[in-house]
């Protein structure tokens, strides 16, 4: 569940329910219900992990859920492109010398790790691989 944030949700009298991460205290959103509000930390989510990627801050690794907490998992291209946040981040790459090594752009690697880009799954798998990192896709049962 590494990309898997535990998140609370809350009553409130006005919104309905609010959502809150312990793991990302940016990332704070409401919903009229269950689904909405799941829906919309979903979105909420991305856009606190997208400032902490504009911002070049360490992205915190989700903790444990606690009691009452439900998993909020990333959207699986959003998880690659954290993933290669991580691994540039970890290893040091800038975004330019990761360029270098694919013979790519400084604003196509930009891109790359941009959470709002619709970029393509073999541009990050080929950036994984130069930094010496493989993405792995694994199924699960819906909840």
Known sequence: MEFCYP????PDNRAGLTVTFRDIPEALTEGRNEREAS?????CLVAALGGYVNERR???????????????????????KIALYRAMTESGVTRVGLG???????GAIRRLVDLDHRSHIGQ???????????LVVAIQDAA
């Open 7 to 10: 998140a609370k949700l809350t």
């Open 58 to 80: 360490e992205i915190p690794r989700p903790s444990r859920p606690r009691r009452g907490e439900r998993l909020i998992c990333l959207p699986p291209l959003v998880a690659a």
């Open 100 to 106: 270098k090594r694919l013979n790519l752009s400084e």
């Open 124 to 134: 990050i798998e080929a950036a994984l691989a130069v930094l010496g990192k493989r």
């Open 39 to 43: 829906a919309e930390a979903i979105e």
